[in-house]
């Protein structure tokens, strides 16, 4: 009798977990349907499509290797644009993350206008690509350009910026940081800075800490989390750079911002080469999560959780 008074309300729990179950299901169908048909199935056609010969007219061939090895081995461009992209990721990642950071700083303050400031620091970061391009090929002509206009009123002689080889992406990446110092990048730092406890500051004061060790020692530790954010976002999206080459110098000069994702556009939809297209997408897809581990595994000795410790020193604690 025991025994039954113990297993008889079963069915009615199973029943009631498994009612919930699909309910639960049923809550987030819309976003697994989503999922499936917008993520799920383009990826898996795409790594299909890579070891094809597809040009969307006719039907897929199967190549098996060879798009990767063309890739690889035979185009040029493929290595020579992915240099690049590093160049620029490099340039966008240093300069993005340390001027995002510095702006959160000032505006963080609580002077007289910041309101204000902070709108029109947030600005240009939504201002649309196509009008930034513009302004900016205006800025940087060589000759009648706003920009070598202020240059040569302090007696410097400005370059061609965009028609240079040597100052295209440089340029490209002006452009860019103007576009995103002051966005979502700023406004997570300044989000972390404020979260800082005041308190801290003002023991650090008692024990005469400067400015300098503050910042070193109390500040730079407790916003590291959001500082390892905004970096792994900031690589992923310099490292997929392309309307700007594409809007504001169409790969040029000479070749010299012809970046990876740009190399990959021209080849699936000027030269109709979605089998070779697909190849670089999950090579440079590849690059992107190596990259990304990197950084995990870098983060490990500079990142600092609530409690004052590490993520390495979190896992050994575990």
Known sequence: MATIAQTGPRPRRSTLARREAVEGLLYISPFLLGFLIFTAYPMIASLYLSFTKYNIITAPTWIGLENYQ???????????????????ALLNVTLGVLGSLGAAMLLSQNYPGTTTFRTLFFLPSITPIIASAILWLWIFQPT??????????VGIQGPPWLQSGTWAIPSVA???????????????FLAALQSVPQEMYEAAEIDGAGSWRKFWHITLPLISPTMFFNIVLTIIGSLSVFSLAYIATGGGPNYATYFYVYHLFKNAFEFSRMGYAAAMAWVFFLIVLLLTAIQFKLSNRWVFYAGGESAEGADDAK
């Open 70 to 88: 063309e890739a690889f081995f035979q185009d040029a461009q493929f290595w020579t644009s992915l240099q690049r992209t590093l160049y620029f």
């Open 174 to 188: 002006i452009v860019g940081l103007w576009g995103t110092i002051g966005g979502s990048r700023m406004i997570i």
């Open 144 to 153: 009648l350009g706003v920009l070598n206009y202020l240059l040569s009123l």
